[in-house]
Nanobody, 116 residues
Framework: QVQLVESGGGLVQAGGSLRLSCAAS????????MGWYRQAPGKQRDLVAA???????NYADFVKGRFTVSKDNAKNTVYLQMNSLKPEDTAVYYC??????????WGQGTQVTVSS
């Protein structure tokens, strides 16, 4: 079992920055991918960014160049640095942990609101 605790969400003005954190605990599989999804009201949940256990990142096209995903292996924590935020980025952001076998774990979500 993997537990995920998210933090860092909040209210920010357009053009501002925010950093999300997600700390994983429990049984940590060495081969894994951690990432971030987001879901805006009335819309589907979309992948934002992910990073593998060997440090390979992937980004959705709509955040590429603005967001950076990184991880601290010693703390079992993944981060999402969000720059140049737009009102369209407003959503609940969910941390996810996926094993190579396909088992996925989810955080509770953290609200990000970007005002204009």
């Amino acid at each position: 079992q993997v537990q995920l605790v998210e933090s860092g969400g909040g209210l920010v003005q357009a053009g501002g920055s925010l950093r999300l954190s997600c700390a994983a605990s429990g049984i940590i599989f060495r081969l894994n991918t951690m990432g971030w999804y987001r879901q805006a009201p009335g819309k589907q949940r979309d992948l934002v960014a992910a990073i593998s256990s060997d440090g390979i990142p992937n980004y959705a096209d709509f955040v590429k160049g603005r967001f950076t995903v990184s991880k601290d292996n010693a703390k079992n924590t993944v981060y999402l640095q969000m720059n140049s935020l737009k009102p369209e980025d407003t959503a609940v952001y969910y941390c996810t942990f996926a094993t190579r076998g396909g088992t996925a774990y989810w955080g509770q979500g953290t609200q990000v609101t970007v005002s204009s």
